[in-house]
């Protein structure tokens, strides 16, 4: 924020539904009024505080034990959700909660925005010596992806299979792209590559949790992706074909304390887990 004279901007008022967008400004604007609340709602997903979320908390932790794993975060956005996630792991190791397990981990975080790409890169530069610290070596790659673009989308896939090759375990994070998907009304057109993306990343152990703010449209789209992921992936899901809806996702909050500001925020988060299993389940 100060390296790029954004703190003026960030101790102002965001206006109501900003959302962000490709350009500098735009970009810049969301790192300044919507970067903290995205990290936050990962805290909340990995740390699950309120003990509402074990379903997703579970899942990192089985991932981030040890060894070798691939993580992938579509859109990335300026890096809310992989930094948030490499900075618990260095603050849990730090404080002995989790063992110093050797952890290698190889990134691909695709997005369109160039100014984004740039503060993400920044940002993981500037963690990896800290990271090694803890036992924990990260590799990167930060490729421009258009949602809507099958070629792009198939570059990336390209990407994420040959970077993932040698991992024992797989995380793919989606966050914050409702805004884009419903508000405008780029879902049908973006359901194509993410039925790609999906399929390609199967494995042993492979697994997408889904991070949006807790708002009524989320839950509305979650009820659409969950039929489609029930047309698509009907294979894969064995029993869970048959549960309610409702148990496919979950909701908490929290108060974070403000990182620039005085005082605390309320934060919201929807989160749905969906594994992508190499087998066809019974």
């Known amino acids: 924020m100060e390296k790029n004279n954004l703190l003026g901007l960030a101790e102002k008022i965001a206006p109501s539904g900003f959302e962000g967008g490709i350009s500098k400004e735009d970009t810049d604007k969301h790192l300044a009024w919507r970067y903290n609340g995205s ?3 990962v805290l909340l997903s990995v740390l699950d505080p309120k003990h509402k979320l074990s379903d997703v908390s579970d899942a ?20 809310a959700a992989i930094v948030s996630i490499l900075c618990t792991l260095f603050e849990l190791r730090k404080h002995n909660v989790l063992p110093r397990h050797p952890l290698n981990i190889s990134i691909i975080a695709g997005e ?21 610290e803890q036992a924990i070596w990260i590799e990167f790659e930060i490729v ?5 673009s099958k070629i792009s989308t198939v570059d990336l896939i390209r990407k994420i299979t040959i970077s993932s090759q040698h991992s024992t375990a ?4 989606l966050s914050n792209f409702t805004g884009f998907l419903v508000n405008s009304g780029k879902w049908e057109k973006a359901k194509p590559q993410f039925d790609d993306i999906f ?7 492979s697994t997408l949790i889904w991070i949006e703010p807790q708002r009524k449209n989320v839950v509305n789209f979650f009820k659409r992706a969950i039929e489609w992921l029930k047309v698509s992936f009907s294979p894969l899901l064995g029993s869970k074909l048959t549960r309610d809806d409702s148990s496919w996702y979950a909701q908490a909050d929290i108060f974070c304390k403000q990182p620039i500001k005085d005082g605390y925020f309320l ?9 992508l299993p190499l087998e066809v389940q019974k």
């Open 112 to 132: 369109i925005s160039p100014t984004a790409k740039i503060y993400l890169k920044e940002q993981l530069e500037n963690l990896t010596p800290f990271l090694e």
């Open 267 to 275: 934060v919201r988060l929807t989160v749905m887990r969906f594994d």
């Open 39 to 41: 990290c936050a709602r």
């Open 144 to 148: 421009e992806w258009d949602t809507l």
């Open 199 to 205: 399929l390609h990343s199967r494995d042993l152990l």
């Open 170 to 173: 797989k995380l793919l994070i």
């Open 60 to 79: 990192y932790a089985s991932i981030f034990a040890g060894n070798k794993v691939f993580l992938s975060d579509l859109p990335s956005g300026s890096g």
